[in-house]
């Protein structure tokens, strides 16, 4: 079954938006699996594009998407310790699948970052977020 592919300037018409803030909502919420590169082009998968319609009519209900790497487990084996690849962070939390914890110490992962309506963050692997 072949995926519906979505133009970028396509869907930054549908929205309303300009393609700079498509390319920065694309950049904070999307994984690389959700918009390819074709012949410089880009586009949006149908999934890749209906989280960024979420995102544009509700900012809280689609996690920012950050890659990080796994440094150590924590003491509790739903926990790992990670640091933000790109520019400079602190050690944060982010809540794995228990199975998996000693599997990603070491690697980078997607962590998605979610934040409440007081300003709150927890970090959770890509893996928990369901869809």
């Known amino acids: 079954m072949p995926t519906t592919e979505i133009p970028f300037a396509d869907l930054a018409k549908e929205l309303k938006i300009t393609k700079f803030q498509l390319a920065k909502i694309r950049d904070e919420k999307l994984s690389d699996k959700d918009w390819k590169l074709v012949k410089g082009r880009q586009y949006f998968t149908e999934e890749g ?7 544009v009519a509700v900012p809280l209900a689609v996690p920012k998407r950050l890659v990080m790497r796994a440094l150590k487990a924590a003491p509790n084996p739903h ?5 933000p690849e790109k520019g400079l962070g602190d050690k944060v939390l982010v809540a794995v699948k228990p199975s998996w914890c000693d599997r990603l110490v070491g690697k980078l992962i997607n962590v998605d970052v979610i934040e409440d309506a007081n300003g709150g963050k927890t970090y959770r692997h890509e893996a928990l977020g369901g869809k």
């Open 49 to 55: 594009a209906d989280k960024v319609r979420l995102a």
């Open 79 to 83: 926990w790992l310790y990670c640091i």
